[in-house]
């Protein structure tokens, strides 16, 4: 029988064992396992975290939440629903004794290799945001573990659109990843075979074309996984505005459509002041115009070929010679055939403004009429001719 005195010295003594054993086990924690622990709630916003109890605390690795520690070494993480986002770090590769390994129903956009994993039995990732670029490199973990990584969330779509008659729309899709497949869907209504082709183009021809636009991209290594692109709602198709033409008249062009906005090219190239129904016609070239009915989409009217300064009925050139241009004051103008004509003259700027006019019998092509063209600012104008019938335009200089 022990004395009292005696029981009291061995339970303090066993007391302090325990203790000792137990600060012999915390002091033994691997230290680059707390280091990778700490940039992995760095990296993921561990602040955020639903819980992370006496994480970055002075408290033993296995006092933190959802870590097991096993002779020293970290052995499981249970983070699965904790609010984990953004990137897990390549660090994690370090924990060499690790057996399971729960990310699962988190925010995380990026995973790296986890080969170094070796004694893993458990990897689950699903229900996050990862894509292919993500599970290819850790495919060959499958193998003998449960690794679960299907589903994941899919990519947002962009906005709704009302497309108009004739428009093409076309959708390229950017998906991590070296061994995908595509699938283009409208409705869930499959519109292209499973392929490597990423892209897809339609143009858009009635109401058929309405309805929710995705992809659906697979793997063909990571085969239980399909990610699902929304692209985009097709809510309505828009009908265009009227086909319009032109017609010329004189030394005008006119658009036949009455619209709300009108916009003239010539050449290709957009026209100063070609926002109205008529403009002036100032040179040869290919004119079009494109009209918008307000509520309704534009519409261009076919190529639309002038020549000026031939006669419009013979086809006869008109020979016109004028100097000195670049001019400053005076423009000299010669010209015609041996036959009188009336000749009347009309400066206009680019906007197609008439600016001056002069009308003179031009005696045969010996004739030489004078114009004062002094009060004119410095810029460029032009001189339209037209000799009974015959047509001309040249362009001026002033300085």
């Known amino acids: 029988m022990f004395s009292n005195q005696s029981k009291i010295c061995l339970a303090l003594t066993c007391l302090v064992m325990i203790s000792l054993a137990a600060s012999n086990a915390h002091a033994q924690v691997n230290p680059l396992d707390s280091l990778t622990l700490r940039t992995l709630f760095l990296d993921?916003?561990?602040?955020?975290?639903?819980?992370?109890?006496?994480?970055?605390?002075?408290?033993?690795?296995?006092?933190?939440?959802?870590?097991?520690?096993?002779?020293?070494?970290?052995?499981?993480?249970?983070?699965?629903?904790?609010?984990?986002?953004?990137?897990?770090?390549?660090?994690?590769?370090?924990?060499?004794?690790?057996?399971?390994?729960?990310?699962?129903?988190?925010?995380?956009?990026?995973?790296?290799?986890?080969?170094?994993?070796?004694?893993?039995?458990?990897?689950?990732?699903?229900?996050?945001?990862?894509?292919?670029?993500?599970?290819?490199?850790?495919?060959?973990?499958?193998?003998?573990?449960?690794?679960?990584?299907?589903?994941?969330?899919?990519?947002?779509?962009?906005?709704?659109?009302?497309?108009?008659?004739?428009?093409?729309?076309?959708?390229?899709?950017?998906?991590?990843?070296?061994?995908?497949?595509?699938?283009?869907?409208?409705?869930d209504k499959a519109l292209t075979e499973i392929s490597e082709d990423n892209s897809y183009r339609h143009t858009v021809l009635s109401t058929d074309d309405v309805g929710h636009y995705t992809c659906h991209i697979t793997n063909s290594i990571a085969t239980q996984l399909t990610i699902i692109h929304e692209i985009h709602s097709v809510l309505d198709v828009t009908p265009l505005s009227p086909k319009p033409s032109i017609e010329r008249r004189g030394d005008s062009l006119y658009c036949t459509v009455s619209a709300d906005s009108y916009s003239w090219r010539r050449d290709g190239a957009a026209l100063p002041g070609g926002d109205r129904p008529v403009i002036p016609l100032l040179a040869s070239g290919v004119y079009s115009v494109t009209v918008r009915i307000n509520e309704f989409c534009p519409n261009s009217s076919a190529n639309f070929d002038v020549v000026v300064g031939v006669d419009d009925k013979t086809g006869a050139d008109w020979a016109i010679h004028i100097w000195p241009n670049p001019v400053s004051d005076r423009l000299n103008v010669q010209g015609g055939n041996d036959a009188a004509r009336e000749l009347n003259l009309e400066v206009v700027d680019t906007f197609g403004r008439s600016l001056q006019r002069y009308s003179y019998r031009a005696e045969g092509e010996q004739h030489i009429e004078s114009l004062d063209l002094s009060s004119l600012p410095a810029g460029t104008y032009f001189l339209r001719v037209d000799a009974a019938g015959f047509k001309t335009l040249h362009t001026l200089i002033k300085r």
């Open 44 to 187: 993921t916003k561990g602040g955020q975290w639903h819980v992370n109890s006496n994480w970055l605390s002075a408290r033993p690795l296995q006092e933190w939440f959802g870590v097991e520690v096993t002779a020293g070494r970290v052995t499981a993480l249970h983070l699965a629903n904790n609010n984990l986002q953004g990137a897990i770090p390549s660090e994690l590769g370090k924990l060499e004794d690790l057996l399971v390994l729960e990310l699962q129903d988190n925010d995380l956009e990026d995973l790296p290799d986890l080969q170094p994993l070796t004694q893993l039995t458990r990897l689950r990732i699903e229900n996050n945001r990862l894509g292919f670029e993500d599970i290819e490199p850790n495919i060959d973990l499958a193998d003998g573990i449960d690794f679960r990584y299907a589903p994941q969330e899919g990519i947002p779509s962009l906005a709704d659109s009302w497309p108009c008659i004739g428009e093409e729309l076309s959708y390229e899709i950017e998906a991590g990843g070296d061994n995908n497949l595509y699938q283009f869907f409208r409705n």
